[in-house]
């Protein structure tokens, strides 16, 4: 992606953008939380899961076709969470559209009120249900948050055109510290902070002494100084759960130890094992420095990451809204069965 613009830093002298972004500018430890896309048409599926996260984390990502699976479009889940008044990440994925569609959605996004956006390349169409998709990928992750930048920064599209309003965005992308090369990871993060990156959101973190020596490398190249990283956690529910996602979930290791621990647990008290161990890998991820939060992965779980935020000793959340609105009454009904 060819372009002459020199980044200056804007945006620290811009005022905050999202309740997140306050979160962290403050100093305090933050947590997010993915929603996990519907496979359904009925918005009322995904009020009743931001219900459960809106009063425990700083904000929801809108998963965006995680593992190449189709489910509600994460900008369309954007478009119900700020409506509902609950504070989203619109996570983007370059797999599935090009930097015409994706330019598009960004502004979109913003106009209906999101202001944290996260940068993903996306995993692979071989990696979902679907692998004869074609697939897109005319951007990667540092490209496109190269991208929002030069769009909410500079007000231009990619082309050089004007907009007549910039979309005003918290920039954040995905690391994965624990899949090799080792030594490249700090690297490749230093490229997305210098594309625009302002937050991070690990993958799954279940090994903590590979997660301390990727900090401590981030730390020496005083990244911890111009993003914040936000530690990726998640309960395993059984060790058949745990070993389907070290096997078959791209990018996750889980060690043998943890294996053998739930193991070790009866098969009926394997899911309070496993949300024990989340819990202590947020305590111990917290400890480190130059973390900044932790960004909850739970499948379909919100009521199982409440009792971990809470039990972690994680509540009350700062700046929470005062009075988001909760949505539960049925806003979409089925239709009817054609006569037969």
């Not at 996570?91 to 598009?104: E, K, L, M, P, Y």
Request: glycine share 6%; charged share 25%; aromatic share 6%.
């Amino acid at each position: 992606m060819n372009t002459s613009i020199s980044f200056a830093d804007h945006h620290d002298k811009a005022p905050m953008r999202s309740r997140l972004e306050r979160v962290l500018r403050s100093g305090r430890f933050a947590v997010t939380a993915e929603l996990n896309p519907p496979d359904s048409a009925d918005p009322q599926e995904v009020y009743d899961a931001a219900l459960v996260l809106s009063s425990i984390c700083d904000g929801i990502n809108a998963v965006d076709a995680s593992g190449a699976n189709c489910h509600m479009s994460s900008v369309a889940i954007c478009a119900l969470l700020t409506r509902a008044g609950y504070e989203p990440v619109y996570q983007v994925s370059c797999r599935d559209r090009n930097r015409i569609a994706i330019q598009g959605d960004l502004l979109g996004a913003a106009a209906m009120g999101v202001r944290n956006v996260l940068c993903i390349t996306g995993d692979d169409v071989t990696a979902g249900d679907q692998p004869e998709a074609k697939r897109v990928f005319d951007l990667d992750s540092i490209q496109l948050l190269h991208t929002a930048r030069i769009m909410r920064d500079y007000g231009v599209y990619l082309s050089g055109r004007k907009l007549t309003v910039p979309p005003p965005l918290f920039l954040g992308a995905a690391e994965n510290p624990f899949a090799p090369p080792f030594d490249w990871r700090p690297q490749r993060l230093a490229k997305k902070v210098a594309a625009g990156a302002e937050f991070i959101q690990t993958q799954y973190c279940f090994d903590i002494p590979r997660f301390r020596t990727f900090v401590q490398r981030v730390r020496d190249l005083g990244l911890h100084q111009k993003c914040f990283i936000l530690a990726g956690v998640g309960p395993l529910r059984s060790v058949g759960a745990a070993e389907f996602m070290r096997t078959k979930v791209p990018g996750v290791y889980i060690p043998d130890a943890m294996i053998e621990r739930l193991k070790g647990a009866p098969k009926n008290k394997q899911r309070a094992e496993g949300k024990k161990i989340c819990i202590e890998i947020i305590q111990q991820v917290r400890e480190i420095a130059g973390v900044a939060g932790i960004h909850i992965m739970a499948y379909r779980q919100e009521e199982l990451v409440a009792e971990i935020v809470e039990e972690a000793g994680l509540l009350p959340r700062p700046f929470r809204a005062e009075a988001p609105h909760p949505v539960r009454e049925r806003l979409w009904h089925r239709p009817e069965e054609p006569a037969r």
